[in-house]
């Protein structure tokens, strides 16, 4: 299992996997193919259907310039793909074309070349389970962030520091700004609404909702605008995690040390997730991306309440269990409607799956390793107009008013 750096990537919105993605293999390819003049990029699956929305067309045009670049929306559902977030790059001079080569966005801005390994990153985690890495944890008598510690080295959490950073810093930008989000839908920035409105008659979980969700909207909404924010693990569910993290070092004073001690148990999460099943919601829908974002907040909560690692486990479990089926019908294809409320929705249900799991992790029947296979398979199972396409749901029902 690879380093949990590929899970927390700091970068620009609105989508890792349709923007970061073929952004970095178009610059990959452009540099195996110097002499070439001009770039054609073709696009399928996922990448054809919603890239528009995504500015997929964009990341790849800006990849290449100044050398131009024709970029083809091949939205053919009948056409065999290795992967629904498909790209194939060809290189002409003068013309004629001289290079060709399939790249394919797996999630959480990663990509691989068709035919061929990930290898720029090293397996820095022998272990490839939950139930190892529990195993291990309890012969030693660590805390799953000592785990991280010991796999990857104490510069792992200078790492976290500047990912705490940009975090922070995409949810008090989000709540600087008002206006329409950019994309043609008319959806409004909401988070600073969120955050000073308070109700008439307000309760202390009222108030935990409403501030929890004005952080989650105001990350997710730098996002769905182009800003700059963290993966976790991709950019569509970026505000989750700091949503529940902010809010606990705001009202309850925990320190940085503690939420980078969080963040580094919650990335092991997202790893595990990423290396057994899948985060890209083309692949698996959004179970994949806000179920795993989900996931890591709980773990990462549970982390800084110091709880045991069964009940670590146990949150996580509750997370992913609770979004299974979840589908990815992304209106216009932007990263607007469903996903910003959805990012709300999500942390708060991570704060809930901590609290069940603090009175109910003896009783559990199911582990986090067969959940997160679960999830894969019911990904797998999904009619492919529910895997990030806008060709079911909400996407293919609502019509802008």
């Known amino acids: 299992m690879k380093s949990i750096r590929q899970v927390y990537k700091i970068g620009r919105g609105p989508s890792s996997s349709h923007t970061m993605g073929p952004e970095k293999a178009a610059r990959q390819f452009a540099e195996l193919c110097p002499e070439a003049d001009s770039f054609e990029a073709r696009l399928y699956g996922s990448l054809a259907k919603t890239g528009k929305g995504h500015k997929t067309d964009c990341a790849i045009a800006n990849a290449f310039s100044p050398r131009p670049v024709k970029v083809i929306f091949n939205t053919d559902s009948q056409i065999e793909l290795p992967h629904q977030n498909t790209m194939d790059f060809e290189g002409l001079k003068n013309g004629k074309s001289i290079l060709k080569k399939r790249y394919l ?3 959480g801005g990663d990509i ?31 805390r799953l962030s000592e785990y991280v510690r010991r796999m990857e080295g104490d510069e792992i959490f200078s790492y976290l520091a500047k990912i705490w950073d940009a975090m922070q810093q995409s949810v ?42 004005s952080y989650a909207f105001a990350a997710s909404e730098q996002n769905a605008d182009g800003g700059r924010i963290v993966t976790a693990p991709t950019c569509g569910s970026c505000g989750v995690v700091p949503a529940v993290l902010k809010y606990y070092k705001d009202e309850h004073g925990y320190k940085d040390k503690e939420i980078i001690n969080a963040l580094a148990v919650g990335g092991l999460i997202g790893s595990l997730v990423k290396a057994n099943a899948s985060i890209s919601g083309a692949e698996c829908g959004c179970q994949a991306e806000i179920g795993t974002a989900c996931a890591m907040a709980a773990a990462a909560l549970a982390e800084l309440f110091g709880m045991g690692i069964d009940q670590i ?9 609770h979004h299974l089926g979840l589908t990815c019908d992304p209106i216009y294809g932007l990263v607007q409607i ?35 296979k679960t999830m894969y398979d019911t990904g797998k199972d999904m009619n492919r107009n529910y895997r990030e396409t806008a060709d079911g749901g909400l996407a293919k029902l609502y019509v802008l008013q």
Do not use: W
Request: aromatic share 8%.
């Open 105 to 107: 966005s797996i999630g």
């Open 112 to 142: 691989i070349a068709e035919g061929e390994k990930v290898t720029d990153e090293p397996e820095v985690y022998k272990a490839g389970s939950f139930a190892e890495i529990s195993s291990y944890c309890k012969s030693q008598n660590i």
């Open 172 to 213: 008090f930008e989000g709540l600087s700004h008002t206006g329409i989000l950019q994309g043609g839908l008319g959806v409004e920035r909401r988070a600073q609404q969120l955050y000073n409105q308070r109700h008439m008659d307000e309760s202390k979980s009222t108030y935990e909702t409403r501030i929890v969700c």
């Open 313 to 321: 486990e146990y949150s996580a479990e509750i997370a992913i269990e």
């Open 338 to 372: 469903p996903c910003i409320e959805r990012n709300a929705v999500a942390a708060m249900r991570a704060i809930n799956a901590v609290t069940l799991a603090n009175f109910l992790t003896f009783t559990r029947k199911i582990s986090l390793d067969l959940i997160i």
